[in-house]
């Protein structure tokens, strides 16, 4: 099925560890984002691309790293994991952008816990 | 800067009954408004959208209209049914493609 698939759906990690999230689209999307969505805060933006080789930061990006090597791909590198970083973290991709008609299309999110 | 404010939830309502989620917002130019669905243990899902003053968004029986003088943006539904129990995001983007997240209120609808 065409979508935004997300790997693992769940982790837990140890303080210092680090990690990488997973994120593939089929969609030939060029837009791609990564959200945290945390309680009482909504989703807020860690890093988006808007074609493969062009990244950049949004609201939170400390602490995260990306690369877009490819169309498809986007993964989240966490650096060092701290116990801040436990998370509902979600890929969203977007063929023209949020002002498209379709809006973003989101994965169903990696839970992600660190001790 | 650009925000989005929506009502605290959760808002808890029987089966039939109206829904109103209000969303204000601030922002700089013409932005976008946007409502986003998310079911449990799922991702979002683009509900409906309007991109300019007085635009109506509607989809699966919800709507909500563009009002640029009180910059508000509110969801509304005739008819509640329990399968619409989900959290529901206001969103907007003005000026860049970065969307602008409200935090969310949670729907619950008894049957």
């Known amino acids: 099925n065409a979508g935004v698939t997300q790997t693992p759906k769940f982790q837990v990690l140890k303080t210092g560890q680090s990690m990488t999230l997973q994120c593939a689209q089929d969609?030939?999307?060029?837009?791609m984002s990564w959200y945290r969505q945390d309680p009482g805060m909504g989703l807020r933006l860690i890093h988006y691309s808007v074609g493969a080789g062009i990244t950049d930061q949004g609201e939170v990006p400390n602490g995260y790293n990306v690369s877009r090597s490819t169309t498809e791909d986007f993964p989240l590198r966490l650096l060092s994991a701290a116990p801040s970083q436990t998370s509902v973290y979600f890929c969203?991709?977007?063929?023209?952008?949020?002002?498209?008609?379709?809006?973003?299309?989101f994965g169903s999110g990696t839970r992600l816990t660190v001790v | 800067g650009n925000s989005v404010t929506q009502m605290e939830g959760p808002v808890t309502l029987s089966e039939e009954a109206f829904l109103t989620i209000n969303c204000t917002y601030t922002?700089?130019?013409?932005?976008?408004l946007f409502w986003y669905v998310q079911y449990p243990g799922e991702g979002l899902q683009l509900l409906l959208k309007a991109t300019k003053a007085d635009d109506k968004g509607s989809n699966k029986g919800f709507e909500a209209t563009y009002r640029k003088e009180t910059t508000s943006f509110h969801l509304e539904k005739g008819s509640v049914q329990v399968s619409d129990s989900a959290v529901y995001f206001c969103a907007l983007i003005s000026g860049t493609y970065k969307y602008i997240f409200g935090t969310g209120t949670r729907l619950k609808v008894l049957a």
């Open positions: 922002a700089t130019g013409y932005p976008s």
């Open positions: 969203a991709s977007s063929y023209s952008g949020p002002r498209g008609g379709g809006g973003y299309t």
């Open positions: 969609m030939n999307h060029e837009y």
